[in-house]
């Protein structure tokens, strides 16, 4: 079993950058995907940023490219997403999932349906 924790949510002004965080316990095995997705209210869920963990690769959408960086600390078993030049419309609920390598290198992360285990989710709200 894999449990994932997620913190570093807050309210920020526009602009302003946050940096989420996503603790990962048990057994994960040596190369497997990790997300972060996010939910806003009355929006469906959508794939920010995802990552190889046991490799490089990253992957963004349209929306985060550019702002936001997704980072491993394999030692911690961590997963980070910090954000910068925030916007109102990325108020959301950030949750991070576990999937396997096949996710990541198959661009299916983004669906998420296939993502194994999530968090329950960090709240983020960003004010104009």
């Known amino acids: 079993q894999v449990q994932l924790a997620e913190s570093g949510g807050g309210s920020v002004q526009a602009g302003g950058s946050l940096r989420l965080s996503c603790e990962v316990h048990?057994?994960?095995?040596?190369?497997?995907?990790m997300a972060w997705f996010r939910q806003g209210p009355g929006k469906e869920r959508e794939g920010v940023a995802a990552?190889?963990?046991?490799?490089?690769?990253?992957y963004y959408s349209d929306s985060a490219q550019g702002r936001f960086t997704i980072s491993q600390d394999r030692a911690k078993k961590t997963l980070n997403l910090e954000m910068s030049s925030l916007k109102p419309e990325d108020s959301a609920m950030y949750y991070c999932?576990?999937?396997?390598?096949?996710?990541?290198?198959?661009?299916?992360?983004?669906?998420?349906?296939?993502?194994?285990?999530w968090g329950k989710g960090t709240l983020v709200t960003i004010s104009s």
């Open positions: 048990g057994e994960t095995g040596t190369t497997y995907c």
């Open positions: 999932a576990k999937g396997t390598s096949y996710e990541c290198y198959s661009g299916s992360w983004s669906r998420g349906s296939r993502m194994d285990y």
């Open positions: 990552i190889y963990v046991g490799g490089h690769s990253t």
